[in-house]
């Protein structure tokens, strides 16, 4: 029977059940309830899900609502749904990866770090969500689960690979995902569909000891439906972990408000493939920002060529993330994963070196622009979500290129350079392209000053700076 009262909670954020538990108005068990029927159901046919535990939901719902009953909640995510990508372990849930190499694999005998922490802090973990395979390509396929939809635009692609974890939170079932990104894989799915999606400073969100060869790139974070959310995320889940070294650092902050400096930066090099809307609205952000006493400064970066370089050490990693696979376990990966992996065998290494040297040359030039701004704002990708399918739209100047050599960098050169230098980046709703399609504010911050990323964003989240008239 539905739970009707229950369900009217469903699209509510984290900070609202939180206090809709402290005051009674609701139970996490009823909430359970709920999201576990409209996941079911799934009328919609996201197809966000690869795996939804019943049982270990009621149990960890009916748990916290003890804790409520008892006005012991343990934390501001006590009783909070929270999926976790199926990238990362769960104890006693199967990790697949979004593949078909990983059938007949055993459950996880221990909690990732993140995932750890999540449940210390109370949060009912109820499902894996769908990836794509391995997290290789910035599209919302897998052979494991299929397509996964985009519920703020049907019949356009969630973005990858966190696309699960992103149509989930957009269509409402539930606040909080965790997802990773190691080139945009939770800001491309974020920018998408309309959501927050927080890329943390490399090693803000515990890794586990065992590494993968997208390691230094690869960073875990919330995709949520509010700012105010993601913080709530990163209170529990942004926390030093002993599996983790690089999570050992000190995050005590004087992140006391102040005038900023903000690079603007819509230009990323020749045929970005940015729609003249998303353009636009960057542009205009310069006077209203001014007008909140904010210093401004234009900024120019060729990341479109940076894109192949990225690319050339992208495919040696998914060579060197194969290598010891036999034939027939090798021909069980997707057709293109398996192109891939052949052309990143046949790298030399005269073409890897330059590669790698340019971008540390990116690198530093971005550490000296981070020398002089505080922020950088920028697209989070050129313009909405594509068909399904499609890595960028037919009228992209790239297009060809990108879909023979599934390049989906090339498609969004605005993510991945700050995956090279491990700073934190978020994705905001709060653009549109030409066709009305969401696409994200992309807002960059310096090393370890996560903060000043949350505290900008709320800043436009909660005044609407972005719809105001530039004459006002």
Known sequence: MSNAPAHAWLAKSAVELHEAYRGRALSPLDLAEALLEAVATDAYGLNAFCIVDRDATLRGAEASARRWRSGTPIGPLDGIPVSVKD???????????????????????????????????????????????????????????????????PGRSAGGSSMGAAAHVAQGW????LGSDAGGSIRI????????GLKPTYGAVPSGPTLSAFSE??????????????RLAMQVMGRPHVHDPHSLYNRDQDLAPRQLTIGLMADAGADTGL??????????????????????????????ALAEDFWTVWQTRLYESFVDLAPAQMARLDPRLQQ???????????????????????????????????????PASPAGAPEVGALCADTHPLCDRIRQTYNW?????????????????????????????????????????????????????????LEESDHA
């Open 87 to 153: 990238m990362t372990d769960v104890a006693g849930w199967v990790s697949r990866r979004g593949s078909m190499l990983t059938e007949g694999a055993g459950p996880a005998a221990a909690d990732a770090p993140s995932v750890a922490l999540l449940r210390q802090g109370g949060a009912v973990l109820f499902g894996k969500t769908a990836t794509a395979e391995f997290g290789w390509l910035a599209d919302s396929y897998s052979a494991h689960t299929g397509i996964t939809q985009n519920p703020r635009a």
């Open 174 to 177: 539930g606040p909080i995902a």
């Open 189 to 196: 799915p974020a920018s998408y569909c309309g959501l927050v």
């Open 217 to 230: 790139f690869a960073h875990l974070g919330p995709l949520t439906r509010t700012v105010a959310d993601c």
């Open 275 to 304: 729609d003249p809307a998303v353009a636009a609205a960057i542009e205009a952000l310069d006077a209203r920002l001014a007008r909140k006493g904010h210093t401004i400064r234009r900024i120019r970066m060729d990341w479109v």
């Open 340 to 378: 891939l992996c052949a052309w990143g065998a046949a790298i030399d290494g005269r073409s890897l070196g330059r590669a790698r040297a340019r971008l540390r040359g990116a690198i530093a030039e971005l550490t000296l622009l981070f020398a002089d701004i505080d922020l950088l704002l920028s």
């Open 409 to 465: 960098q090339l498609a969004n050169p605005y993510s991945f350079p700050f995956n090279l230098t491990q700073q934190p980046a978020l994705s905001l709703p709060a653009l549109q392209d030409g066709a009305g399609l969401p696409v994200g504010l992309q807002i960059v911050g310096r090393k370890y000053r996560d903060g000043d990323v949350l505290d900008f964003a709320q800043m436009l989240e909660s005044t609407r700076l």
